[in-house]
């Protein structure tokens, strides 16, 4: 018996013509997690398998798995010989094992059989019912349910192999990432903008990630915070550059010379600027945010649209319609609550005016901004910016 992962793609079977492109795209993104030479990965007539694992890995990868882009589910399996006698004893060892792993008795269960390779001499109603049977008969404890089984004992018939596995592990859907272009996280260490990057990155975005800090009113610790949320957000997207902006500078000048009230508006919009400029020069196409309408002042239609000016990207905000309790949901699903929750000030927390304009307009907030010259303040943060890579 060889371990092996069976991969199913999610929306890749759309893409038509395209598919090729999308398939070879997915097998890169699966060799990215696995980073193992002696594993290899094949794609063979819809589905991708995982070759050369061993017991002791084999289950560690596939819960890897199950955060890359355009996987559907991923079953570690184990593969035969296409012999019946071989298809018998493998499910009875496999089956065998897994029991053992189950909390309580008795058990259901249901045998699922393809076969994709029509030599072989059973057919799939066939390997269900023979197959049951030979299993009913090893296991006492087993009972067939076609309903909602417990278990769900796969069988599938390949080219050169018979695959045999217990589990379907549901992964996160979405598209491979790299074939859909590339975006820019404005990453603050809130609970929203790492679920909006995942939420881009699942659609095939490759993300970096821009955060501004203004280190000594925000800790390091603070600063810690985000860079563990970027790593947590990298497990799903792959690679990503975080540049860490250094904005104490120009939230002082901000608070020194522009009305209290147009102070957060007006932080808004540099930050846009800013993250337009490191964007267009590391060849990102859009920016993305997590705001939500109406979730704080700065998120009225009104504050949007003035920082939306500050642009020249296209802005993406996935969370635009969500309430609160529906992205805490999701960030606890993908892992980055705990870590989100941890209260450490963010520089959009400091110097927050008791007062702040819910409607303000374009034309007045770039009047106030008149004031000061905050160009070579821009320059300045870019140039002092840090980069890492996870
Ligand atoms: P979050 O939970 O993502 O921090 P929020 O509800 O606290 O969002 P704001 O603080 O107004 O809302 O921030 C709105 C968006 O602006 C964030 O989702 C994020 O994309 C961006 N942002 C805020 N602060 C920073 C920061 N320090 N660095 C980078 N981007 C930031
Ligand atoms: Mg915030």
Redesign the pocket.
Same mark, same amino acid.
């Given at each position: 018996m060889e371990h092996v992962l069976i991969v199913r793609y999610s929306e890749i079977h759309l893409k038509g013509m395209n598919r090729p492109y999308f398939e070879k795209a997915l097998v890169n993104r699966i060799r990215d997690a696995i980073p193992d030479p002696d594993i290899a990965v094949e794609r063979e007539q819809g589905r991708i398998f995982v070759n050369g694992l061993s017991d002791e890995n084999a289950f560690g990868y596939a819960e890897r798995l199950c955060k890359v882009f355009g996987i559907h589910s991923v079953s570690p399996a184990v593969s035969v010989e296409k012999d019946w006698n071989a298809v018998v004893s493998g499910s009875k060892q496999l089956l065998d094992r897994y029991l053992a792993t189950l909390p309580g008795n008795m058990h259901t269960f249901k045998v699922f059989a393809r076969r994709a390779d029509k030599r072989f001499p059973y057919n799939s109603e066939m390997i269900c019912r023979e197959l049951g049977h030979e299993l009913l008969e090893a296991f006492p404890s087993l009972q067939v349910d076609v309903h909602h089984p417990e278990i769900m004992f796969g069988v599938e018939i390949r080219k050169n192999r018979a695959y045999l596995y217990c589990q379907e592990l549901e992964a996160a859907g979405g598209m491979p990432v790299g074939t859909n272009g590339r975006a820019m @996280? @404005? @990453? =603050? /260490? /809130? &609970? #929203? =903008?790492p679920v909006?990057g995942y939420m881009i990155a699942k659609r095939g975005v490759c993300l970096d990630a !821009?955060?501004?800090?203004s280190y000594p009113y925000t800790s390091e610790r603070a600063r810690e915070k985000v860079i563990d949320l970027a790593r947590q957000i990298s497990e799903y997207s792959g690679s990503m550059t975080l540049h860490l902006v250094p904005f104490t500078d120009i939230q002082l000048s901000i608070y020194d010379n522009c009305p209290k009230a147009e102070t957060t508006v007006i932080m808004?919009r540099l930050?846009m600027k800013i993250a337009d400029r490191i964007a267009r020069r590391t060849g990102a196409q859009a920016l &993305?945010? /997590?705001?939500s309408i109406g979730? !704080?002042a =700065?998120?009225t239609i009104e504050s949007l649209t003035v920082t939306n000016d500050a642009a020249s990207l296209p802005v993406f905000r996935p969370l635009i319609g969500f309430d609160k309790d529906e992205i805490v949901s999701y960030a606890k699903r993908i892992g980055t609550f705990e870590t =989100?929750i941890q209260p450490f000030e #963010?520089?959009?927390t400091i110097f927050v005016p008791q007062h702040p304009v819910t409607k303000p307009s374009l034309d007045r907030i770039l009047l106030s901004e008149r004031v000061v010259d905050f160009e070579p303040m821009i320059e300045k943060a870019i140039a002092g910016t840090e980069q890492m890579t996870f």
């Open positions: @996280l @404005l @990453l =603050s /260490g /809130g &609970i #929203d =903008s909006a !821009v955060h501004f800090y808004r930050m &993305i945010t /997590g705001e979730q !704080v =700065s998120q =989100s #963010d520089c959009c």
